[in-house]
């Protein structure tokens, strides 16, 4: 049974740790992905807000290019791109497309569909694209989704994401977690078909 998936992309099937090199060196850090405790950085880390946006716009296009794969992301959308419809939404500024879809094409990620809405307010983009499930990292993003569209949503579990989510967000540490979620749920919905 064909669904279709919103996929976020930065902390989702890039490496959450992408940012912590770039910032360790734009401002003479050493942090680790454990320092990130916020979504929003200026929150843990003592850099003025003004500052650190200014160096994130310009830096973006090199932090996008350069952003490690999340681990055992490949295998698992490479598996569903045959089997669902991979739409992937991302708050980065539509700017950024070219950036992002060599990226996609430099790690033989393949898609159906990429939308930069330029803000992380995926609502309305999953509920215009009939969305069935949502994979995200940010908190707020997941609940809202879950919560407004009445879908579940996959989070991938960072130190920045840790408060309590409603039942329908499920919190994964990697993508064959994420992936056996997927199956089970597959499984019940298919089941649920039949009984119908």
């Not at 989704?145 to 579940?152: G, K, T």
């Amino acid at each position: 049974m064909q669904k279709r998936f919103g996929i976020d992309i930065d902390g989702t099937v890039t490496c959450p740790t992408s940012l912590v090199p770039h910032i360790n060196k734009a401002f003479q850090l050493d942090i680790t992905l454990d320092d990130l405790t916020e979504y929003e950085i200026t929150e843990c880390l003592n850099i003025p807000k003004d500052s650190f946006y200014k160096w994130f716009v310009e830096a973006e296009p090199q932090i996008y290019s350069e952003s490690p794969l999340a681990k055992g992301a490949k295998p698992v959308l490479s598996k569903w791109v045959d089997e669902h419809e991979l739409y992937f939404i991302s708050a980065r500024s539509e700017t950024l497309l070219d950036v992002t879809k060599t990226w996609f094409n430099t790690f033989k990620i393949n898609y159906h569909h990429i939308e930069l809405i330029g803000s992380h307010d995926k609502v309305g983009t999953a509920q215009k694209h009939n969305i069935d499930l949502f994979f995200e990292d940010k908190h707020d993003n997941a609940v809202d989704i879950s919560e407004e569209l009445n879908i579940p949503v996959i989070l991938f579990d960072t130190p920045y994401n840790r408060k309590p989510s409603p039942k329908n967000v499920i919190r994964v540490h990697n993508w064959q977690e994420a992936e056996q979620w997927v199956e089970n749920w597959l499984r019940m919905e298919n089941e649920i078909k039949k009984e119908a």
